[in-house]
């Protein structure tokens, strides 16, 4: 299951909070791409997606191909 998080909020706090909630999603075995509006903003929202990374996951996916490959969409603003 591939499960896209979509990140178009200006607010650091919000972006780090829809960053460490992809990281969760990926704890139930789900496959997860990040589409972030912008730069990440906050460290906690950098060491996020360097996990994500880490871990095999898209961060920085472009909408467009995330939502054809998605299961799901998880949407923050």
Do not use: K
Request: hydrophobic residues 50%; charged residues 20%.
């Amino acid at each position: 299951m591939t499960i896209v998080v979509v990140v178009q909020t200006r607010d650091p706090a919000r972006q780090a909070e829809a960053l460490r909630a992809a990281l969760g999603v990926t704890l139930r075995g789900a496959r997860v791409e990040v589409v972030v509006d912008g730069p990440l903003r906050t460290p906690l929202a950098q060491r996020a997606a360097v996990t994500l990374q880490s871990f095999g996951h898209v961060v920085g996916a472009d909408l467009v191909d995330a939502l054809g490959r998605a299961d799901a969409v998880e949407v923050w603003t």
